[in-house]
């Protein structure tokens, strides 16, 4: 059975960063994409970015292209999404799922694997 734990998330005031992680287990790591979704109250949910773990093909959503960065540690079993130069539009949860696909211009409909989410509020 796929796991997925997220964590890192935090208050955080406008232009400061956090780094979120997601422990992925139960799963052979370098066969699969993870990515991030968040869901702020009364938004819908959001593709925020994924990253195939083979070849760590990667995207961004355009509103968080240039400040952050999604990486991997095969090692880990673990994602990692940094976020730099946090907005409130930012605040949301924050999920880690698997993906089917994950290209530079597409990130698939994510599969039925969620973690529990991790809180990110961005104060103003």
């Known amino acids: 059975e796929v796991q997925l734990v997220e964590s890192g998330g935090g208050l955080v005031q406008t232009g400061g960063s956090l780094r979120l992680s997601c422990a992925a287990s139960?799963?052979?790591?370098?066969?699969?994409?993870i990515a991030w979704f968040r869901q702020a109250p009364g938004k819908e949910r959001e593709g925020v970015s994924c990253i195939k773990i083979h070849d760590g093909n990667h995207y961004y959503a355009d509103s968080v292209e240039g400040r952050f960065t999604i990486s991997k540690d095969s090692a880990k079993n673990t994602v990692y999404l940094q976020m730099n130069n946090l907005q409130p539009n930012d605040s949301a949860t924050y999920y880690c799922?698997?993906?089917?696909?994950?290209?530079?211009?597409?990130?698939?409909?994510?599969?039925?694997?969620w973690g529990q989410g991790t809180q990110v509020t961005v104060s103003s």
């Open positions: 139960g799963v052979t790591f370098d066969h699969i994409a």
């Open positions: 799922t698997t993906v089917a696909f994950c290209f530079a211009d597409y990130l698939g409909q994510p599969e039925d694997h």
